[in-house]
Structure formats: C-alpha cells, structure tokens
C-alpha cells in the first residue's frame, strides 16, 4: 500500500469514528495513533506521545485562544447582546422584516467581540426570537434569520477560527483580521437581501415595528459606541502593529469585563464566563492535540506531498482543485463543526494550493485569500441541511417551530452565501483590498 493510499485510509477511518459521534478530538487521536503505529511502531509512537501535549500548548500564540473566547462570554453574559439588538431595532425595526434586518445587524456586531458562530446564534436567539414572535413573523422567518446572522461569527474579527488558521499556517493574524473585513460587510448585505426576499414573497412573514424617534436612537447610539471602540481597538491595534495579538486580546477581555460589569453582570455572570472559556479553550486545544497525532502519522505516510505532486503531474487546472475543495468543505460541513474542520483540513489543503499559481497572487496574498476562503465555506456548513449545527441551536431555544421550517427559512440566505463564494473565488482582491491598501 502506497503512501498516499495509507493516508486515505487512516482519514476514512477517522471520519468513520466521526460518524459514529465519537468526539472528534478523540477520533482524530485514535485514526493518527493508528496510523502512527502501523507506520513507524508502538515504541515511536509512545515516545512521541510523550511530549506532543507540551509541544503543542506551549505555544505562546495559543493565548489568544482563551483571552478571545473570554471577551465572547464577557459580552453573551453581560448582555451586550441586548445593546446591540435594540440599536439596529430603532434604526430598522419600522420595517417590513425590521426585527429579522435588526437581528442580521445585531449578530453581526456581536460576533465582532465574540467570535463564535454559535454562541452567537444561541444568543441572539434568545434576545431576538420572542421579540419577532411578540410581533408576529413566521417561524421560518424568525429562526432563519437568527442561524443564518449567527454565521458572520466566524468571519467577523476577532475571529479564533481565524487564529486558528493562523498558526497553524504562520499567516499573521492581523492581516487576516482585516482581510475579512470586506467579505464579512458583503455577507452582511446579502443577509439584508434574503430577510427583503423574504417579506417581499410573504408581506405578513415580517410585519412591520414600531418606529422609534430621534432621542431613543441616539440613546441606543451612545450605548453601543464602547462596543464599536473595542472592536476598532483590538482589530486596528493587531494590524497596525502598536499590540501584539495577544496583548490585544487581553485589552479586549478587560474591556469587555468592565462593559459587561457596568450594565449589569454580576458574579454568577463572572463565573459563568470563565467557565465557559476554560470548556470552550479545553474542546479547542483538545481538538488541537488530536489534530497533530493524525497530522504526524499522515507526514510519516508523506501523503500530502503525493497529493500534490500527482495533482500537479496531471494537468488538472488549479481552479477546478480548488473548486473541488471547496465542494469537500461544504459536505464535511455536514458532520463536522468548523473548528474541527479548519484543523483537520488545513494542513492538507494548504499545501497543495500554495503550490498553484492562482490568479497571478503572490505567497501571502494567495495564503491569506484561501483562509479567507476556506472560513467563508466553513461558514456555510453551519447552516446547511440537513445537520447545520447553527439551525439545531436555534431550534432548541425556538421549540414551537419546526426544524424543516428552519431550513426553509435560511435557504435565501444559502443563496447569498453561495454567490458571495463565488464573487471571492473569481475577485480575489475583495479580500486582499484593506490588505494591500495600507
């Protein structure tokens, strides 16, 4: 059996485990593990595991894994989430769609300070859905809207997706931070257009609000400016080089700590935000950990050189490889979360497209697309049927609406993202103008 055929095998079985919801941290160890002992033997492997755990988590970049993920759970238990959501709403809610356009916006600010597509959707569901409900939107509407805005999470800096990407390529993260920028606005906008298709197709799926004067507006104005300086703070202090990520990062949480504080977090809040950081910086780094026992046993197997060199012997053009890629992240989107993803995949993917000449991009704007890239497909496995992890959390705090309502209410916010994919792979420059512009 050759090299890259073992490879293969060592992945299928993986996703196999996968398949058969055996955590993914713990699959990915086992299928390396395996794999790592067919190899090269029990006795290297043994050595091996010695210090992989150290190896990995001694990373000083890894910090900014649990200081962002802090900052998330400052701003879900201080309920930030509520000052964004009525900013949007005095704005939009006058509208038809109003409330699912303030929930787009307000989903879009919080996953700015928190980073996570998830707790973003959780949270806002909570926030907006009994509001839209109160109002009379459907269902589909409602949930659609609230999964779908969940999304712009992972691309909304500061992302840990991102930082993820980041170290395991050695791509800066400031630069990917504010390479994100654009696509996130253009997923924005096109998130807009869905919720307007939708109450363009059905007037009664989102009634129009009430309209809310001048003085409320400028109130809940003035509320969420703390909000827009950390977010400009954290994301132009990394870029700009006057903070490393890290220390960024750790502004960022004291910030948000203090916010969260004065609008009303307490100790339970406290508590229940360090909690959930050291269960979230935990999954993470276990996946991390899993991720490098399958990552070596698949160089020992020197797979992805094969690959590469086999697609580069035949002939296949570099747009269609990446066009295949692409299609593998969508379907992996439906068994897998998007950290799990980016961590099993990079180290594959990445090789072989760094080795294409693609649109005429140097190294690193060609580095910093493709992560841009990848975390746009990424996203769209969050909210694809059947099994959108996105649309399930939804659906457990929406109880009295049915999954395959949900579905039907993100599919024209699916059609944007599809289009926005395509729009980033034909103009790379969407995500490379702020890059190259300063």
């Known amino acids: 059996m050759g090299g890259v055929e073992l490879g293969l095998v060592i992945i299928g079985c993986t996703l196999v485990l996968i398949l ?17 002992a067919f190899v090269v033997g029990t006795g290297p492997l043994l050595n091996w595991m ?5 190896a990995r988590l001694a990373s000083f970049d890894l910090i900014v894994v649990p200081l962002f993920l802090l900052m998330g759970q400052f701003a879900t238990n201080g309920g930030l989430s509520h000052l964004l959501f009525r900013f949007v709403n005095a704005f939009l809610g006058h509208f038809r769609g109003g409330l699912a356009l303030a929930t787009v916006g307000a989903s879009a600010g919080f996953g700015a300070i928190c980073g996570s597509s998830i707790a973003t959707a959780a949270t806002m569901a909570q926030v907006a859905y009994p509001e839209m409900r109160r109002f009379g939107y459907s269902g589909s509407l409602a949930t659609g809207s609230i999964a779908a805005g969940g999304t712009l999470g992972i691309l909304i800096p500061p992302s840990v997706p991102l930082v993820v990407f980041a170290i395991l390529t050695g791509e800066s993260i ?15 906008l096109g998130y807009l257009l869905a919720v ?23 109130r809940a104005s003035i509320a969420v400016l703390p909000i827009v300086l950390i977010f400009g703070v954290v994301v132009i202090s990394i870029y700009g080089g006057w903070s490393s990520p890290t220390e960024a990062s750790a502004v960022g949480a004291v910030a948000t700590f203090l916010l969260a504080l004065a609008h009303g977090m307490r100790l339970r809040g406290t508590l229940a935000s360090l909690l959930g950081t050291a269960q979230a910086t935990a999954m993470i780094f276990l996946i991390l950990i899993g991720a490098d026992m399958l990552n070596s046993a698949l160089a020992f197997t020197n797979m992805t050189n094969g690959i590469t060199q086999w697609i580069l012997e035949s002939g296949f053009a570099p747009l269609a490889v990446l066009a295949v890629i692409i299609l593998i992240y ?19 993917f990445y090789p072989v497209i760094m080795q294409f000449d693609l649109w005429g991009l140097s190294p690193q704007d060609k580095s910093i697309w493709f992560g841009i890239l990848a975390l746009m497909v990424v996203e769209i496995g969050l909210i694809t049927p059947p099994v959108g992890l996105n649309a399930f959390v939804v659906n457990r705090i929406a109880r009295d609406v049915k999954l395959k309502d949900t579905f039907r209410g993100i599919l024209p916010f699916l059609a944007t993202d599809i289009v926005r994919v ?10 490379l103008v702020l890059v190259n512009g300063f």
């Open 20 to 36: 058969a919801r055996v955590p993914i941290a713990v699959a990915m160890f086992i299928g390396g593990a395996g794999g790592f």
């Open 50 to 54: 010695k210090g992989v755990t150290y």
């Open 174 to 188: 400031g630069k990917l931070f504010v390479a994100a920028i654009v696509p996130a606005i253009i997923a924005f």
């Open 196 to 218: 307007r298709y939708h109450v363009l197709r059905d007037p009664t799926a989102g009634p129009a609000g009430l309209r809310s004067g001048w003085p409320d507006r400028l």
């Open 330 to 348: 969508i379907a992996l989107g439906c068994v897998m979360e998007s950290m799990s993803m980016i961590v099993l995949t990079v180290p594959i």
């Open 422 to 431: 395509a729009m980033l792979f034909f103009f790379p420059s969407l995500a």
